[in-house]
C-alpha cells in the first residue's frame, strides 16, 4: 500500500523559493502519475504540477510554468516541487496526489487521483 508524506511547506518572502517533497512508501510503477495541487480556502484542489513516474511526461498549470519545477528520484522514491520567484498569490495548502491510472498522459483532475498526502501549508508574505 501506497503512502505519501509532504514537506518542505512554511513561510516564505514574495520572490524566494522553497522545494517541497513528497515520499512514497510502497511500489510505484512507471505508470503512475505524481502530482501536485494546491487548494485555496474554500476553493476546490487545482494541479499545479504532475509528472509520470517514468518521467517522460510533466504538466505545468499557466500560473506556475517558469517557475515551478517538478522531478522525481526513483531511489529515493521521492517527488520534488522546486518553486522559485514565489508570489502572494501562491500562498495555499499543497498537497501531493498519485495517480495509478496507467494511461500515456498526465492526467490533472482531482477525482482522477487515487491516494493523497495529508498536505503542507505554504505562505509567500509581501
Known amino acids: 500500500q501506497v503512502q505519501l508524506v509532504e514537506s518542505g511547506g512554511g513561510l516564505v518572502q514574495a520572490g524566494g523559493s522553497l522545494r517541497l517533497s513528497c515520499a512514497a512508501s510502497?511500489?510505484?510503477?512507471?505508470?503512475?502519475?505524481l502530482g501536485w495541487f494546491r487548494q485555496y480556502p474554500g476553493k476546490e484542489r487545482e494541479c499545479v504540477a504532475a509528472i509520470k513516474w517514468s518521467g517522460l511526461s510533466t504538466y505545468y498549470a499557466d500560473s506556475v510554468k517558469g517557475r515551478f519545477t517538478i522531478s522525481r528520484d526513483n531511489a529515493e522514491n521521492t517527488v520534488y516541487r522546486q518553486m522559485n520567484s514565489l508570489k502572494p498569490e501562491d500562498t495555499a495548502v499543497y498537497y501531493c496526489?498519485?495517480?495509478?491510472?496507467?494511461?500515456?498522459?498526465?492526467?490533472?483532475?482531482?477525482?482522477?487521483?487515487?491516494?493523497w498526502g495529508r498536505g503542507t501549508q505554504v505562505t509567500v508574505y509581501s
Open positions: 496526489a498519485v495517480d495509478f491510472h496507467s494511461n500515456i498522459v498526465v492526467r490533472t483532475r482531482k477525482n482522477e487521483y487515487g491516494l
Open positions: 510502497g511500489r510505484i510503477y512507471a505508470t503512475y502519475t
